[in-house]
DNA sequence: ACGCGCTTGTGAACGCGCGCACAAAGTCAG
DNA sequence: CTGACTTTGTGCGCGCGTTCACAAGCGCGT
């Protein structure tokens, strides 16, 4: 079916806009949050040799409304085709290049201690795209142990292993993790992921995501605290 | 202000539900996921004996407008005082109460892996009044391991585990977690916190937060991508 | 006692994101 | 070729969340 689309007649906009991926449209930052989930469902389906997906059933797949997942799909381009739906190679390539997950990112970990080893050994985003690629820590100790086939090194090397376009993690104590920060960002990353429960200052250009698993607890801790005082009132 | 609110005649709505606790006003999620960071900041000033804060300071602190800080705190009741700020421990010990976190809460981790270690092994929810009570793994060659001052028991023994009101975290592979899910909450767990990179599936009532860092890295990618491609434009 | 300056609490405007619902566009059978 | 059926792409209204801006409230110095 792709073959297909082939063969018929270009339409007047196909000739207007010859090959370049103009579709340099703003995309959303809840749509790019999004689209992470929707390359893990369709890899899920290119394993099993599915060919083609309606926005329903891989709405269904990815846990979300599936008007949702078109206007989602529909800010990279238009990629579905009408009484079919997509085709799942295709999309994940689409997907996979707007991510930039084309060509292999950089990812240096700074902090190996208890979670920085078992993000060490994750394997789960190296499987495509990303993958860590240093380990970095301020323990001297530490400096030469090999840990899941990588050589720890002292975080005075950062600018050593930092690459432009790498992305830098934070998985050391709240009380290292501006100082890490700072070097990082003078190594020229401008991409930080920070797992240590701190608020961190970065210039403008620097993206700064957080993962702070204390606050996910709590928030669930609110709500089951809500339950139990609804419990009462009812009771 | 409060009292000019119940200077004006009472709406039929008013008088239909008289005596309901009524300062159990519905907070926003978007301040609930804000409170602990408060909290946060808010201990760390109690470390230095810091009497009052304004909410300018404050918000500097946590990271946060200043007007946004002020609306969250007014959700829980008005606590500050004009021309001078919020009492610092009385402000901890109301966003404490609404977070629950006042009684100690039982969480149960079921999946003792590489992240499960970290997990367990982490004291920073431990500090203020959440803390992992159970730890359980399907492997029975880890069932009786000692691992952080606890003793791993078999998945089985859910339901024993269980408190009312316990919240139950998944660190198990992707392809155990909906199996796990489903025995937590038949085990009578109504808050679930998921790290395995699969779309969960729960009844209504439970509450349900999951933590894919596969996600934040690739939102990262995302915007890198955006970066060198600017880069690539204006050069 | 009284006004001055500081800080809170909130009204109001704005923008974003969500999801319904439907027309357009394509497929497929006969 | 035609008509019925399927699925996409999106216009639109709505509700939530953020922010500005300011009046009301409080402490303090005089
Ligand atoms: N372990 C968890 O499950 C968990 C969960 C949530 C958050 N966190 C946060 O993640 C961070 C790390 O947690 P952890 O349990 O791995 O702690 P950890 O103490 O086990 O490891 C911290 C590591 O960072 C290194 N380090 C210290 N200062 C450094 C510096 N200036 N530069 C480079 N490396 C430095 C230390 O040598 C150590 O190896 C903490 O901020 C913690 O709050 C951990
Ligand atoms: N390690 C990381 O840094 C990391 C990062 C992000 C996400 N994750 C996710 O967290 C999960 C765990 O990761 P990991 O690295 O700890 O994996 P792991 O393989 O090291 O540990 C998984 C544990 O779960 C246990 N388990 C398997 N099936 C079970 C069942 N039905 N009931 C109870 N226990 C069961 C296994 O015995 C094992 O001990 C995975 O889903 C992974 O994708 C891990």
């Known amino acids: 079916m792709t073959a297909r689309r082939q063969e018929r007649p270009l339409t007047t906009s196909e000739l207007a806009e010859p090959r370049v991926p103009r579709r340099r449209e703003v995309i959303p930052e809840a749509t790019v949050a999004r689209l992470p989930l929707y390359l893990r469902a369709l890899h899920a389906l290119a394993d099993d040799a599915t060919q083609t997906i309606s926005s329903e059933a891989l709405a269904e797949a990815a846990g979300v409304n599936s ?3 078109r206007k989602d799909l529909s800010h990279l381009g238009s990629y579905g085709t009408r009484g079919v739906g997509y085709d799942v190679q295709h ?3 689409q997907i996979s290049r707007e991510l930039g997950l ?8 700074v902090g190996v201690g208890n979670l920085g080893r078992a993000l060490a050994g994750y394997g789960g985003f190296a499987s495509r795209g990303l993958g860590i690629d240093a380990l970095l820590d301020a323990d001297r100790a530490l400096t030469g142990e090999q840990i899941a086939g990588l050589t720890v ?3 005075d090397d950062l600018a050593e292993v930092v690459v432009p376009g790498s992305i830098g993690v934070i998985a050391t104590p709240a009380s290292a993790a501006q100082t890490v920060c700072d070097q990082l960002v003078r190594a020229g990353v401008t991409s930080i992921l920070n797992f240590a429960p701190t608020v961190l200052t970065v210039p403008a250009h620097v993206d700064l995501r957080k993962v702070d698993l204390s606050i996910e607890l709590q928030i669930l801790s609110f709500h089951e605290h809500r339950k139990s005082l609804a419990e009462g009132v009812t009771a």
């Open 91 to 93: 999309l994940i390539s």
């Open 153 to 155: 090194r002292h975080v």
């Open 67 to 69: 008007a949702k997942l």
């Open 102 to 109: 084309s060509r292999r990112c950089s990812v240096v970990l």
